[in-house]
C-alpha cells in the first residue's frame, strides 16, 4: 500500500520540461556596439560631471576633524576592601560597561560644561552672538549683557550644535574610544576634542565623590535610628532577665550550675549508700552463716578486737594444758572455762557494735541520698520553668545580636564611604591628546571628486543613451502590424486522436506529493481588479502562489508533475491535465488556479475550464455569482471570435462553466478545439466533483495525468484509496497529489459593489 503522505525522494529526477521564453532586452554585443557608438557624448558628460564637481568643492567650506583618545578601563583601582560598585568580570560586561562610558562622553552634562568652559555660546559657528563691542568691554569685567533666560538658550543652541560636531567610536575588543571633534577651525578642533577628554574625567570623578556622598548620609542618617533600636532590644532583654531570675556568668546560669552539682553530689550519695548496704549486709551473712564473727575486714582491722582475740587463743591454750592435767570437775578448770566463755563473748559483742555501726552508717547514706533527691527534683522543675522561659530570651537576645550586627555594619559602611569621598578609583585616562590637523577631512581631495564626477555623468550618460534605445524599440515593437492568416490543417480528421507515448503497464508509479503551505501563498482582498477591468487572479481573494526565487518545494513538484504530464502527452500538442480531489470543491479549485498560475509564471499560455457544473466555484468567482451567460455555441465557442474565455493579467484564460445540460461532451468538444488550435501550452479542467458519472468518466479518459487535490484536515490515505477505487483502470493517469495545508479563510460578508 502505498502512503501518500509521505514526500517522494527521486535519486535521478526527470528532465524534459519546456524551456521559458528568454526575456526581451539587451544582449552584451549590443550593449557594447551601443556605447561604443556614444563614447564621445559619453566621455563629454563626465567632463562635464567632473568639472562640476571639483567646482562645488572648491565652493566647499572646509572642515577639520581632531582626534582625541582616551583608555576607559572598567576594571577600577582596588583601594579599600569593599567597593561602592560592585565589578563585572565578565568579557560582555565589561564591554557593556566600556560602551556606556563611550556615550556618558557624548552626555549633556559633559557637553555642557564644555560650552561653559570654551564659551560656546558666543561662538557664531555654534549658533552664537559675541554681542558687539559692547558686551566685549562687559566680558572684560566679569559681566554679561545677556538675561538669564537669553544665556540659558544659548547654551542649549550651542549644545546642540556642539553635539553634530562630535563622534565618539569604540575601538573592536579594546577598551580605547576615539573622540572625534570637527570644525571649521583647525586649531578649534583640537581644543574641543581635549576639552571633552578633561571634562569627561572631570565628570566622572565627581560622579564618583556624588555617590560616595549621597550613601555617606544616606548611612548616616540611618545610624541614629539603628542606635536607637539595639539600646531598645538590650533594655528589654535585661528586665526581661531580671523578672524570670536569670542569673549567671556569661555562658551558664547559676541554675545550671547548681542542678549540676547536685546531680553529681546524688551520685555520690547513691554510690555511698550502696557501699552501706554491701558492707551491712555481709556483717549479717557472716552473723546469719555462725561463723568466726572476728572473720570480717573491719574486725580484722580493729586493734580491740585483735586484742580480744590474742586473750581468747591464750585463754583456750591454758584451758587445754588444764584440761589435760586435771579431771572436768577441778575448781582451776572451771575456772579457766568461763574465763574463755566471757572472751568469746566479749569479741560477739564488739562485732556487734560493728553491725549496728554499719546499719547506722546505711541509714543515714540513704536519709541522705533522698534528701539530695528531693533537692534535685526541685532544682529540675526550677529549670523547667526557666527553660520555658528561656525562650523569650533566645528571642530578645537574637534581636539584640540582629540589632547590634546590623548597627556596626552600618556604622563601618558609614566610615568607608565616608573615606572613599576623596578617594579616585576611576583608571580611565588620557592617552593621546589631540594635535591641530594639517589635512582636511571634508570636502576630499580635488582629484577624487573629478574621478567621482566623470564617472557619475559617464554612467548617467550611458543609462539614457540604453534607456532611450529601450523605448524607440518598445516603440516599435508595440506598433500595430498586420495579422497573418492561420494556415489551415487538412492532415488527420477532427476525431482522430493524437499520437501518445505508451506508458507502461506494469508499474503504476507513485505520484508526486506536493505541499501547499500558507508560506507558499499570499492573500488579498477579494473582487480587486487590475487597471483597465483586466482580471487578475491575485486580486480575487484567493491565496494565490507567491513569484520570486528561489523557487519553493511546492512550485518545483508542480515543475516536475508538469514534466511528467508532457511525457506523457504526444508530440506539438498541448497536455491537458485534469484536476480532481476529495473534500470542499472550493479547496480544489483554489489548488487548481495555483496549478495554472504556476505554470502562466514559468512562461506557458495556460487555458483553466470550470468543469464542475454543480458549485460553478471558480465560473462565480470570475463572473460573478448567478450570471450565467448563454450562449448558442455553447462550449464549442472556443477559439472563435465569440469567444467566451476570460484573459486575464496572469497568462491564464478561464472557461467558465454554462450549466450542467451536457457538459461533459462540451469539454471534451473544447479540450479537443484548444488542442488543435495551438494556442495553448497546457490545459487545466477544474474537476468534475466525485462521485462520478459515465460521461464525467469520458472526461478523465481525455485528460493526460490527473492531480488529486486533497485538504490536510481529512486522513490522506484513506481518501487516496477512495479516489483510487473511484478511478479504476484510469489509476494510470494520477501523476501528482497535492496536500492542501492552507489555513480556511474567514467568510466576510460583502456588498454588491466591489471594493477598491
Known amino acids: 500500500m502505498l502512503s501518500y503522505d509521505q514526500p517522494i525522494n527521486r535519486s535521478n529526477p526527470e528532465t524534459g520540461q519546456k524551456p521559458a521564453p528568454a526575456p526581451a532586452g539587451f544582449s552584451v554585443l549590443q550593449l557594447t556596439r551601443l ?21 562645488i568643492g572648491k565652493s566647499l567650506t572646509p572642515k577639520y576633524l581632531a582626534t582625541a583618545q582616551l583608555y576607559v578601563d572598567p576594571r577600577e583601582l582596588q583601594l579599600v576592601d569593599r567597593e561602592l560598585t560592585p565589578r563585572s568580570q ?21 557637553l555642557l560644561q564644555v560650552v561653559q568652559d570654551a564659551h560656546l555660546d558666543k561662538d557664531p559657528e555654534f549658533g552664537g552672538n559675541s554681542g558687539g563691542v559692547t558686551a566685549a568691554l562687559l566680558g572684560l569685567f566679569g559681566l554679561d549683557a545677556r538675561s538669564a533666560g537669553e544665556a540659558k538658550v544659548g547654551q542649549m543652541a550651542a549644545l546642540e550644535a556642539l553635539n553634530r560636531h562630535i563622534s565618539v567610536k569604540k575601538t573592536d575588543r579594546t577598551f580605547i574610544v576615539d573622540i572625534d571633534v570637527w570644525s571649521y577651525d583647525p586649531a578649534k578642533a583640537a581644543m574641543l576634542a581635549n576639552a571633552i577628554s578633561n571634562a569627561y574625567l572631570a565628570e566622572s570623578r565627581n560622579s564618583q565623590a556624588t555617590a560616595a556622598r549621597r550613601a555617606t548620609t544616606d548611612l548616616s542618617g540611618r545610624l541614629k535610628e539603628l542606635q536607637e533600636r539595639l539600646r531598645t532590644a538590650e533594655n ?31 551520685a555520690a550519695a547513691r554510690a555511698m549508700t550502696l557501699d552501706a548496704q554491701a558492707k551491712y549486709d555481709q556483717i549479717e551473712a557472716s552473723r546469719r552463716a555462725s561463723t568466726d564473727a572476728g572473720a570480717i575486714p573491719e574486725a580484722l582491722q580493729s586493734p580491740t578486737i585483735a586484742n580480744l582475740r590474742s586473750q581468747y587463743a591464750e585463754a583456750r591454750k591454758r584451758y587445754a594444758e588444764l584440761a589435760s592435767e586435771l579431771g572436768p570437775l577441778h575448781p582451776s578448770l572451771r575456772q579457766m572455762e568461763k574465763q574463755v566463755e566471757d572472751l568469746r563473748r566479749t569479741v560477739n559483742e564488739e562485732v556487734e557494735r560493728f553491725a549496728q555501726s554499719a546499719k547506722n552508717d546505711l541509714t543515714r547514706a540513704r536519709d541522705y541520698e533522698a534528701s539530695l533527691n528531693k533537692s534535685l527534683e526541685a532544682q529540675k522543675r526550677q529549670s523547667v520553668q526557666l527553660s520555658q522561659a528561656s525562650v523569650r530570651l533566645r528571642e530578645l537576645e537574637r534581636d539584640v545580636e540582629a540589632s547590634r550586627d546590623v548597627y556596626q555594619s552600618f556604622l563601618k559602611r558609614s566610615r568607608e564611604t565616608e573615606e572613599q569621598e576623596s578617594l579616585n578609583t576611576s583608571s580611565a585616562r588620557i592617552i593621546g591628546e589631540a594635535s591641530v590637523p594639517q589635512r582636511r577631512a571634508f570636502p576630499p581631495a580635488m582629484s577624487l571628486l573629478a574621478i567621482v564626477g566623470f564617472v557619475l555623468g559617464a554612467l548617467a550618460a550611458a543609462t539614457w543613451f540604453v534607456a532611450a534605445d529601450q523605448l524607440s524599440f518598445d516603440t516599435a515593437e508595440t506598433s500595430p502590424k498586420i495579422p497573418a492568416l492561420p494556415e489551415p490543417k487538412a492532415e488527420a480528421p477532427p476525431s482522430q486522436p493524437p499520437e501518445r507515448q505508451p506508458a507502461p503497464a506494469t508499474l503504476v508509479e507513485k505520484p508526486r506529493i506536493a505541499r501547499l ?47 511528467t504530464l508532457a511525457k506523457r502527452s504526444a508530440a506539438n500538442v498541448a497536455p491537458v491535465l485534469g484536476v480532481i480531489g476529495a473534500g470542499a470543491s472550493q479547496d480544489r479549485t483554489i489548488a487548481a488556479l495555483n496549478v495554472a498560475l504556476a505554470a502562466a509564471r514559468d512562461g506557458a499560455n495556460v487555458l483553466l475550464i470550470d468543469a464542475d ?16 451567460e448563454a450562449s448558442r455555441l455553447g462550449w464549442l465557442s472556443m477559439g472563435t471570435r465569440a469567444s467566451r474565455a476570460i484573459k486575464t493579467a496572469n497568462g491564464i484564460s478561464i472557461l467558465p462553466s454554462i450549466g450542467p445540460a451536457g457538459t461533459s461532451n462540451a469539454i471534451r468538444k473544447a479540450i479537443a478545439q484548444a488542442r488543435s488550435a495551438g494556442g495553448y501550452d497546457l490545459v487545466i479542467f477544474d474537476g468534475p466533483a466525485m462521485p462520478w458519472s459515465a460521461d464525467d468518466r469520458k472526461l ?30 484510469t489509476e494510470r493517469k494520477l501523476i501528482g497529489v497535492i496536500l492542501n495545508e492552507l489555513h480556511p479563510a474567514a467568510k466576510v460578508s460583502q456588498r454588491d459593489k466591489q471594493y477598491a
Open 35 to 55: 556605447l561604443w557608438q556614444r563614447k564621445t557624448a559619453i566621455a563629454m558628460a563626465g567632463l562635464i560631471c567632473a568639472c562640476a564637481a571639483v567646482g
Open 90 to 110: 565578565d568579557v560582555s560586561g565589561l564591554a557593556m560597561v566600556v560602551e556606556s562610558q563611550a556615550r556618558l562622553i557624548t552626555s549633556n552634562n559633559v
Open 236 to 266: 528589654a532583654l535585661a528586665v526581661y532577665k531580671a523578672q524570670n531570675n536569670f542569673v549567671g556568668t556569661q555562658d551558664t546560669l547559676i541554675s545550671d550550675q547548681q542542678l549540676s552539682a547536685s546531680n553529681q553530689r546524688l
Open 517 to 563: 503551505l500558507e508560506s507558499d501563498v499570499m492573500r488579498t482582498l477579494g473582487g480587486i481588479l487590475a487597471i483597465g477591468g483586466i482580471p487578475d487572479v491575485t486580486r480575487m481573494g484567493w491565496p494565490t502562489v507567491r513569484a520570486g526565487f528561489p523557487l519553493t518545494t511546492f512550485l518545483n513538484a508542480l515543475r516536475e508533475m508538469r514534466e
Open 613 to 628: 457544473p454543480a458549485t460553478r466555484t471558480l465560473s462565480n468567482k470570475v463572473a460573478g455569482p448567478g450570471k450565467r
Open 700 to 729: 478523465l479518459d481525455a485528460a493526460d495525468g490527473l492531480a488529486a487535490i486533497l485538504p490536510a484536515s481529512l486522513d490522506i490515505n484513506d481518501c487516496m484509496e477512495d479516489i483510487i477505487a473511484a478511478l479504476g483502470g
